[in-house]
């Protein structure tokens, strides 16, 4: 059990957390949320031991491991599935000790552990978890290096997901994650045989894969049982009785200082009075609600509805390469009140698709035609780094409004969100949140025809993105979204397309169907996906397809080798002579581990001729 005792926080002299409680039971599958700085991640130090408590304790059972996302993403020229494996520790020392030991025993003892660990489906768990995050069996085999910062730290979740600890610790995973990730992400979760606490600002993650709720807010920690939903239904019932309370005791409060005052003078209602006064001493205060209402987003309208459609593309295709396109055959309308969602796994050409949309990329071929006096608004997450860390909101909105009196600078900074100090205060030291605001309101400055916004909730808190959803169903344009929020995309598009295949296609299902599309395709055998070396960030290089061969030839031998020497030494010890009489439960163990040998050998040996069959005619 992890138990949170009487704990208190401090970081750079705030307190975060006081003088909380909490008991998780082991097996809970907990989704931690509060508004973005009030502790959450730091909580989270504690608990893995990086960060001191000011006062209190966290206690975990002696033998749990603790598992989180590591800080960096994990680099050099091991490949996906090496990097992913060496992640269970265990299993790689023993094959390690494995393939040097002597004794007879010692190496029956390795064998029987490594069956009781399930080793040797190792690999294929390993390849089941990188297929679901998105990476073909051709990518796996890839090293790590050839990949970019946001597919490495898939490759980081992957290998904390596959260590299974006992004691998950996940801060907002779906950040690196597109649509189809988190779907599976969300059924990974749910069926977790251990205890994960995951903070997350997912509403459907926090609707399907947890079943207790740890709130966090003005440095309380609460639990509550169930999904978000019910949450948020206990919750309101438990302000509004918190709020009735408050208003009895303000009433009690009332009635006896009344007493006091009316009779503090009289000796014969003194003693009265005193006890009166006593009472009120003792009358602790209940916290009186607070509401914390999401400062709301508003886009402005823009000032003509142009006529349908806004964009016409006709059998375009584009790219980076003209001699490769990422997108071929691509023939779409977009109208002027259009809400649609692109759908499909990174990689695929949504970002590319934007920019043809919003003219960052001319076509090769094909036709684009954009309605007369066309604006549109683009919103990407990699733009954040783009704004000046040394500029404030106010220094921002006065570029874009010349010489506006002081004034009206002012106001139009508090109508996204930066009022009072607020607009003074440095880009570089504003929350990811606070910087996502800050920047969709100066992408929509002067009033769009239509707003692109690629993954726009990713530094927004749950009560942030509902505003957001707002302001889109609110704003009377057109708007192109690609997001990994699937409660966004429920509550704002009437259009879903998918791009994939290297195209754009119509889904005419709704989200539900597409998740079970998503989960059955990832959950079957992982079959290699051709990329192309300039599609949309992160790049994935595109590697020679001999080279790949000669690699995973390579490797087969290797892997052939290694389980041969395994099935020599298993043999050895099984020829004991005194091995099934002296124990024989490890004998039915060391048999069965052989027996797993063979199928794991026969796998390599199947894998390597299939390999040099597709070398040969590659050769010719």
């Not at 208003?247 to 005052?261: G, P, S, T, W």
Request: charged content about 25%.
């Amino acid at each position: 059990m992890l138990s949170i005792t009487d704990l208190s926080i401090r970081l750079a002299g705030r307190l975060l957390i006081d003088q909380s409680s909490v008991q998780i039971t082991p097996g809970s599958r907990v989704g931690m949320v509060g508004r973005n700085g009030t502790g959450k991640s730091t909580l989270f130090k504690v608990i893995r031991g990086e960060l001191a408590a000011e006062h209190g304790s966290v206690t975990l059972p002696p033998r749990w491991r603790v598992g989180s996302l590591a800080q960096e993403a994990p680099n050099g020229p091991e490949s996906l599935i090496s990097v992913v494996l060496k992640a269970d520790l265990e299993r790689d020392a023993l094959l390690a000790e494995a393939e040097s030991a002597t004794d007879p025993h010692r190496i029956a003892e390795i064998q029987t552990r490594l069956v009781d660990i399930d080793a040797h489906s190792a690999p294929s768990r390993a390849a089941a978890i990188l297929s679901g995050l998105g990476f073909s069996a051709a990518d796996q085999l890839r090293p790590c290096a050839e990949f970019s910062g946001g597919w490495r730290m898939r490759v980081a979740l992957a290998a904390t997901l596959f260590a299974a600890p006992d004691l998950l610790l996940l801060d907002e995973p779906t950040n690196y994650l597109d649509l189809e990730g988190t779907l599976w992400l969300e059924d990974h979760l749910a069926h977790y045989p251990r205890t994960v606490i995951v903070i997350s600002h997912d509403r459907d993650l926090l609707e399907s894969s947890v079943d207790q709720i740890l709130h966090l807010e003005r440095g309380k920690l609460t639990l509550y049982r169930g999904t978000y939903s019910s949450f948020e239904e206990q919750r309101a019932a438990r302000e509004l009785l918190d709020a009735k309370q408050v208003k009895r005791q303000e009433a009690e409060r009332a009635r006896l200082q009344a007493f006091v005052d009316r009779f503090k003078a009289k000796a014969s209602k003194a003693r009265q009075a005193q006890s009166r006064v006593k009472m009120l001493e003792r009358l602790k205060p209940i916290t009186a609600l607070v509401t914390e209402d999401v400062r709301e987003i508003s886009f402005p309208a823009p000032e003509k509805i142009l006529s349908p459609p806004i964009i016409a593309v006709d059998n375009a295709s584009v790219g980076y390469d003209p001699a490769m396109p990422v997108l071929g055959r691509v023939t779409l309308r977009i109208d002027n009140d259009d809400r649609i969602a692109l759908l499909g796994a990174n990689g695929n050409g949504k970002s590319t698709l934007v920019k043809l949309l919003a003219g960052r990329l001319a076509p090769f071929s094909g036709k684009v035609t954009r309605a007369d006096k066309l604006s549109i608004a683009y919103f990407a997450q990699h733009q954040l780094d783009e704004l000046n860390e040394d500029a404030s909101a106010y220094d921002h909105i006065r570029k874009l409004m010349g010489d506006a009196p002081e004034a009206k600078v002012r106001a139009r900074a508090g109508a996204i969100g930066f009022s009072g100090k607020a607009a003074d205060t440095k880009a570089g030291k504003l929350s990811g949140g606070e910087k996502a605001r800050l920047l969709l309101g100066l992408a929509t400055f002067f009033g769009p025809n239509m707003i692109i916004l690629d993954e726009p909730t990713n530094h927004l808190d749950i009560d942030s993105r509902a505003a957001l959803a707002e302001a889109i169903n609110e704003f009377p344009g057109a708007v192109i979204m690609v997001s990994h929020d699937r409660y966004l995309i429920e509550a704002c598009a009437d259009r879903l397309w998918i791009v994939a295949d290297r195209t754009v296609t119509n889904y005419d299902g709704d989200l539900d169907e597409y998740r079970r599309l998503v989960l059955s395709a990832r959950n079957a055998e992982p079959a290699p996906r051709e990329r192309s070396a300039a599609s949309e960030k992160p790049q994935r290089p595109k590697s020679d397809n001999r080279g790949s061969l000669k690699k995973r030839i390579a490797e087969a031998e290797v892997e052939i080798a290694r389980v041969s020497d395994i099935i020599a030494k298993i043999d050895t010890a099984l020829a004991l002579p005194d091995i099934f009489t002296r124990d024989p439960k490890q004998a039915a163990q060391l048999s069965k581990a052989r027996s797993n040998a063979a199928d794991a050998l026969a796998r390599a040996e199947e894998q390597w001729l299939e390999a040099s069959t597709q070398y040969d005619e590659a050769a010719g």
